[in-house]
T-cell receptor, first 113, second 110 residues
Framework: NAGVTQTPKFQVLKTGQSMTLQCAQD?????MSWYRQDPGMGLRLIHY???????DQGEVPNGYNVSRSTTEDFPLRLLSAAPSQTSVYFC????????????FGPGTRLLVL | SQQGEEDPQALSIQEGENATMNCSYK?????LQWYRQNSGRGLVHLIL?????REKHSGRLRVTLDTSKKSSSLLITASRAADTASYFC??????????FGTGTRLLVSP
């Protein structure tokens, strides 16, 4: 199993550009989530999904959209990138919801100029 | 808002020594989890302790939980250079949401 995969590994955007961060898992996990990690801030939950077709907001959802059309994939969209969105983004999945062990991807480092 | 705060923020020890990290949180929890993050990598789950448990072990790891003090500790015994990483506690307070602390950076020197 590849586990949780994320693409791209690194991306540079200009302010106002849009992009999609990809996340996929091959463990048949129902629960998937997106976090951002900033220096000194730990990880903060952006959006999460408890299954295909169901998404909900986390702690810092503004500026981000998500959808969940399949169990495997959970893309994160930035519609109009801002410098404040410069961060490292992690996708995670779990078989037992957000309250149990999370399996993390390797992360996407995003720089918005 | 951060639920958990780790202490110390940074810890430097020699190989073979024990490392202790603490996590304090603000509200009642369902469970508390510890994760490790190597530089530039994703987080790896280490151990989960539920609110009705007081202590758990996994290999060289020992986690304690004191719900009356709203605190947890992670002890790594006989540290190795490979234990060098950042360690995060994460608390579960509400449905489907994990809240992470700011982490402790551990450096284990040979």
């Amino acid at each position: 199993n590849a586990g949780v995969t994320q693409t791209p590994k690194f991306q540079v955007l200009k302010t106002g550009q849009s992009m999609t961060l990809q996340c996929a898992q091959d463990m048949n996990h129902e629960y998937m989530s997106w976090y951002r990690q900033d220096p000194g801030m730990g990880l903060r939950l952006i959006h999460y999904s408890v299954g295909a077709g169901i998404t909900d907001q986390g702690e810092v959802p503004n500026g981000y959209n998500v959808s969940r059309s399949t169990t495997e994939d959970f893309p994160l969209r930035l519609l109009s990138a801002a410098p404040s969105q410069t961060s490292v983004y992690f996708c995670a999945s779990s078989s037992s919801g957000g309250t149990e062990t999370q399996y993390f991807g390797p992360g996407t480092r995003l720089l918005v100029l | 808002s951060q639920q958990g705060e780790e202490d110390p923020q940074a810890l430097s020890i020699q190989e073979g020594e024990n490392a202790t990290m603490n996590c304090s949180y603000k509200t009642s929890i369902n469970n508390l989890q510890w994760y490790r993050q190597n530089s530039g990598r994703g987080l790896v789950h280490l151990i989960l302790i539920r609110s009705n448990e007081r202590e758990k072990h996994s290999g060289r790891l020992r986690v304690t939980l004191d719900t009356s003090k709203k605190s947890s500790s992670l002890l790594i015994t006989a540290s190795r250079a490979a234990d060098t990483a950042s360690y995060f506690c994460a608390t579960v307070t509400g449905f489907q949401k994990l809240v992470f602390g700011t982490g402790t950076r551990l450096l284990v020197s040979p």
